[in-house]
């Protein structure tokens, strides 16, 4: 029904300008059906009815109402909805209107819509009483229904008194969608670029040339596991300055689980750690005891078995070059962190170089740093903290500040103490710390990378640091 009125409605001819004009439906090229709407003149300066030839027009549309009139007599009589009067938000209506309301949207342009309303100047006037489908989806899709009042609703004729046509029809919009289809796609970056990109990594332009205080502890990065019971506690490091032929790049483990712990297993890179395959195992000369094992200047600095001791690996040469005893120092269980695990002797490395954080029965178990000669391991000076050793759970320096763990078990721990070197004064601090896996035994700071470094359980974690300005 729609196609044909639509049809014969296309060919109505505008006699008071002596154009016609033409709707058009053919297939396209994806099988949808399209409809083509086509007025020869571009422009209309006036209404049909300032320009004349209205009532010839009027004529035309009155004998295209009535043959519409019998055509849809001729569907009720076949069976179709019933009088038109009886339903009229009836489903035919509906199907009629959002129709033609697509038509509207997907072919009419401003310039055509013009033509084509003025044209029909008695949409509102009740010239086409039998088409409410057209004059309602013309209606809600721009089109003004000029002078239509209760009079029209009814399907009665009003006086015009003006042109019902405006100067220039609505633009057409499209209607939204109920929904929208979104794409996206996820790309793996390394967590060290993006440590780099943000402040919360690397040190930046405005803070690489001096040292700050520690404000900042990030969540733990996974970058390994140990896959044997000889790697529930571990150490596992990087050189911050290292010596050729080694990098950053290469990273270093030792699974501190036994009595003779000498293997140490050298990668070419973290990747490499991660997926357990070892480029090189280092066999040292003597068992190493403990988690407080470094990396510095290409040389594994570590405690000996049984001793009181700091000894010096070089990499290169796989020889033990310096050892050293360090004076009244516990060992082997007397002055452990609160983990136990024989942590007597704790060596670290930051900015300013290479200490031993140990306790003696002189400091009644309190911690006592000491500044390392890297080279020849003498003691260059110590302090005395008053934070007790066994109180904490670990502890590493930053730019020679002390700063201490609450625990190593708590998945909410704290930073909770820090001791500067510079002015022999400690301080509270309750900086968040995450245990993940609920168990810490190895925590160390890495001045080049400007991250924590520790050992969670069998799990290989950094975390990362922010620092204040100095």
Not at 203 to 218: T, Y
Not at 238 to 249: G, L
Not at 405 to 433: C, E, H, K, Q
Request: glycine share 10%; aromatic share 10%; with cysteine.
């Amino acid at each position: 029904m729609l196609g044909v009125w639509l049809l014969l409605w296309g060919s109505v001819a505008l006699r008071g300008r002596a154009d016609t004009a033409f709707l058009r439906r053919a297939p396209d090229s994806s099988g949808h059906c399209t409809y083509s709407f086509t007025v020869a003149s571009p422009v209309e300066a006036a209404c049909p009815e300032a320009a004349g030839g209205v009532p010839e027009l009027r004529a035309e549309l009155a004998a295209l109402a009535s043959r519409l009139s019998r055509l849809e007599s001729r569907e009720r009589g076949a069976g179709g909805s019933g009088p038109r009067g009886a339903e009229p938000g009836g489903a035919r209506d509906s199907q009629l209107e959002a129709a033609y309301g697509e038509l509207l949207r997907a072919n009419f342009p401003r310039r055509e819509w013009s033509q084509l309303c003025r044209a029909a100047v008695g949409w509102g006037s009740g010239l086409l009483p039998h088409a409410p489908a057209f004059r309602g989806a013309a209606a809600r899709h721009g089109a003004p229904e000029g002078g239509r009042g209760r009079r029209a609703e009814r399907g009665m004729a009003e006086p015009r008194s003006r042109c019902a046509c405006p100067a220039a029809a609505p633009r057409w919009e499209p209607q939204p969608l109920s929904y929208q289809e979104l794409q996206s796609e996820r790309s793996e970056v390394p967590v060290s670029r993006l440590l780099d990109e943000t402040a919360l990594g690397r040190p930046g332009k405005e803070d690489s040339a001096g040292c700050g205080q520690l404000v900042w502890v990030g969540e733990p990065v996974v970058f390994g596991r140990a896959d044997s019971i000889a790697g529930k506690y571990g150490v596992w490091m990087k050189d911050p300055e290292p010596v050729a032929p080694f990098t950053r790049d290469n990273t270093w483990r030792v699974d501190t689980v036994g009595t003779e712990v000498r293997q140490l297993f050298q990668y070419e890179e973290a990747e490499q750690l991660a997926r357990g395959y070892p480029a090189k195992v280092h066999i040292l000369p003597r068992p190493l005891e403990s988690t407080g094992a470094v990396i510095y200047r290409g040389g594994l600095f570590f405690q000996p078995r049984h001793s009181r001791s700091v000894a010096r690996y070089d990499l290169r040469g796989e020889t033990i070059t310096a050892e050293r005893e360090i004076p009244g120092a516990g060992y082997h269980g007397q002055y452990p962190y609160s983990w136990g695990g024989y942590t007597d002797i704790d060596l670290a490395v930051d900015e300013t170089g290479l200490w031993v954080i140990y306790s003696t029965e002189k400091a009644r178990g309190a911690i006592v740093l000491s500044k390392l000669d890297p080279d020849t391991l003498e003691i260059r000076r110590t302090w005395e903290t008053n934070i007790r050793k066994r109180g904490v759970a670990n502890s590493f320096l930053i730019c020679g500040t002390l700063y201490t763990v609450s625990s190593y078990s708590a998945p909410n721990a704290t930073i909770n103490f820090a001791y500067d070197t510079a002015t022999g004064s400690s301080r509270a601090l309750s900086i968040p710390f995450e245990n993940r896996f609920r168990y810490l035994s190895m925590l160390d700071y890495n001045p080049a990378e400007r991250q924590l470094f520790a050992w969670d359980s069998f799990n290989m974690v950094t975390y990362p640091v922010r620092l204040s300005r100095p």
